[in-house]
């Protein structure tokens, strides 16, 4: 049986310094250039997968069909750094029983969600 | 300092029994239900984000401008897989010094690429 696993995620950019600077100050570790052109962050943590910043020609069309959940411990301290970091807020939040998840942009529009379970 | 990580990957589907149903063939798993109407894959092997299947009234819009590269150690075989699975490949192949990529498409045409290295 051929193993397949996840191994990295790539994210669509204009900028790719930016793009990759936003998420490195928001996940930690410090991106390098694999190839000329692109940056990627390995996984602080260790044993996930690692993300990739491509450059392309083509602007951010729609909704991402594919995104991000990350998980937080202090939901307003971390909202606060998105923002702070260039990043933006959509203005959606889901309040749920288990906890909350407010919708987020990087800085090239790019969203994502921010999970933080109720302590 | 606030730790911030990467919990989750959310994919939209317009069929989502359809969708995980095909990615639960390639990664191995069974999906699960956490709420009503979403489908969820655990990671097989732990330790990495688990994959949900969120339902969308809206269809696809142009290329993922986020997506997910696989590793697999046989890319002929993963591909037919792929294929065998309800997804279909793009006719994209990049090939270099340390392996390949092959751009592949899910179901609903959500691409992803699968990376083989040379043994």
Redesign the interface.
Known sequence: M???????????CADVLRVATFWAG??GGEPYEPMPGWLRLG???G???ML?FQPVP?P???????????????LH??VS?VVALGGRTTGERHDYGEGAVVVLADPEG?EF???AYRS
């Open positions: 051929v193993k397949v696993r996840l191994h990295e995620i790539t994210i669509d928001l996940l996984s602080p943590s044993g996930g997968p990739n083509e951010k069309q729609g909704k991402a069909r594919v995104h991000l959940d990350l998980l937080t411990d202090d301290a971390t750094r790019t969600c921010m999970v």
